[in-house]
């Protein structure tokens, strides 16, 4: 039944919004700053050993993404085999953009496995080996995107697991996309959700640098919205 609810929310007229405020303690909260953009709010206050960071997103609704898909051929034309043959898989079918981002999910979903080990995670080789981890799913949902026109750039930061009340920081990459319009939008290829657990580091912070940290959960929402 949450499966169901989570792909109803994704690619309906419902959309899911979710908050989270915590409490962090990092020793370099100057790697975290405010960040916002249409599906993602990130405010930070200094607080004494650490941070209090309150985050809001939405999913991504179906009205937002209604745009026809348009091949970037000029581009493709330029890619290896591998790029094209999953580009060619991903777009059948694929009317709008909503349609398009539905068939990456699926696509890396049945296609590409999870893998931790130390491989090669540009796009081509992750397509090649059929495993990649976080950076690797990135990789090749950008190259993907970018064969409609749709341009994307990678983000660094956490995604927060919770237990118990407290918060696991897990180093992650995801996107943020350019959607007609002018409104950037984020996109996590790997999770294929997008949730209020994201903490974004700072343009060019490398998450090896930043040291090992907890936080605890102080307060948490989440409800569904109908257009």
Known sequence: MKALLLLLV???S?????????????RAPEVFSAYRNFNFRQDVAPAAGGL???????????????HRV???????????????????QVRLDA???ADYLRNISLFLKNRIVY????????????LAQGRGHCIGFANVAQALLA????????????????EGGRVEPVPHRWLEIDLPGGRRVFYDPQYQDFSARYLV???GVPLESIERFAGIVVRKSKKVLDE
């Open 10 to 12: 994704a690619w309906t």
């Open 14 to 26: 419902l959309s899911q919004e979710s908050s989270l405020e915590v409490f962090v303690a990092v």
């Open 52 to 66: 209090n960071v309150k985050l809001k997103s939405h999913s991504l609704r179906w009205r937002h993404l209604n």
């Open 70 to 88: 348009v091949v970037a051929e000029g581009y493709l034309a330029a890619q290896g085999e591998e790029v094209r043959r999953a580009f060619e």
């Open 95 to 97: 009317l709008s953009l």
């Open 115 to 126: 893998d931790e080990a130390d491989l090669p995670q540009e796009a081509a080789a992750v």
């Open 147 to 162: 064969g409609v026109g749709i341009a994307g750039r990678p983000v660094n930061g956490f995604f927060l697991r919770e």
């Open 201 to 203: 580091t700072n343009l």
